[in-house]
């Protein structure tokens, strides 16, 4: 290349001009982590860790909430109707029920919680 | 090629990297000073490329976008390597250690070392303006800096980089 500006002389030029092999197989590994992000992009596309919900599917679980908000589930205790404000006041009044007491209050272990800010500092 | 990898032939990202790698590595090479840093950082712009592929245009050449990435990921690691050897300056004068700044730049030739030597943004310009033949309307669209900012950038960073060579000469 040409000059005009004639900044640098042109052994220097030429150095910056070079080939710079900077490792053996360098390519091959660019193309191994290209291969790696379609995959992983490809596995992304899918859905994972839930199935797809079929048309079916989402008309029955429709159905099911509509159910329940209108109380026509959960008739069992002597055909008497379950509102869905029934059904949180019974769910939050078995979970009360099945807690276990707690006599002393929590203990803290200075050391362990120095430990844990040391780790998640790191982090 | 471009049309053919989003298609999904990922081989065919095989001859862009073929085509273009050299010029990306002695790029990285003279903006990092390190080989390995250079491997790393072409990795990382070809792999951005692949995944950024469907926002491509075909306005701009290829080369001149990997380019654009390439540069700015030797951006992100040369201030993220000051950033770490401050951060280490620092510890070490608390700890009332004697301090060398660390030789993150391998000082495999004078000339490398004298581009080290330079402050980013004109080493950027030496860079792309002498190791890669591009002119300054390729450059300003490269780096988003302006045309009479680059040839300023340019010229200050020759005379620099002529001086240090000089006295290392000299030195030696």
Redesign the interface.
């Known amino acids: 290349m040409q000059d005009p500006e004639n900044y640098l002389p042109e052994p220097i030029r030429a150095r910056l001009r070079a080939p710079v092999q900077i490792s053996a197989g360098a390519r091959a590994r660019v193309m191994q982590r290209v291969r790696e992000a379609a995959r992983s992009s490809r596995v992304a596309q899918e859905p994972r860790g839930m199935v797809r919900p079929t048309i079916l599917g989402a008309l029955l679980a429709a159905s099911f909430v509509v159910a329940i908000i209108a109380g026509d589930t959960g008739s069992g205790n002597g055909g008497e109707h379950r509102t869905l404000a029934d059904t949180i006041a019974a769910h939050f009044a078995a979970a009360a029920a099945a807690a276990v007491p707690v006599d002393s209050a929590p203990s803290i272990d200075p050391k362990r919680m120095i430990a844990a800010a040391d780790q998640t500092r790191q982090r | 090629m471009v049309a053919r990898v989003l298609a999904g032939d ?1 081989e065919a ?2 001859l862009l ?2 085509r273009h ?2 010029r990306m ?2 790029s ?3 903006l990092l000073g390190s ?2 840093d ?2 790393e950082a ?2 990382d712009a ?2 951005r490329a ?2 950024a592929l469907a926002t491509y245009q075909d306005r701009e050449q290829f080369g001149a976008w990997i380019l654009r990435i390439l540069v700015n990921r030797c951006r992100t690691r040369i201030v993220r390597e000051k950033r770490r050897e401050e951060t280490a300056a620092e510890w070490l004068r608390e700890t009332s250690a004697s301090f060398e700044p660390p030789d993150h730049f391998a000082m495999q030739d004078e ?1 490398s070392h004298a581009l080290a030597l330079l402050p980013t943004e004109q080493r950027e310009a ?2 792309l303006r ?2 890669n ?1 591009l002119d300054y309307e390729e450059m300003s669209s490269i780096t988003g800096a302006g045309i009479s900012a680059l040839k300023m950038r ?2 200050r960073g ?2 620099r ?2 001086a240090i ?1 000089e006295a290392s000469r000299a030195g030696s």
Request: a negative charge.
């Open positions: 990922v990202f095989a990297v073929d790698h050299e590595a002695r990285a090479y003279h080989e390995a250079a491997e072409v990795q070809f792999v692949f995944r000339l030496v860079v002498y190791a033949e340019v010229k020759c005379e980089l002529r060579l």
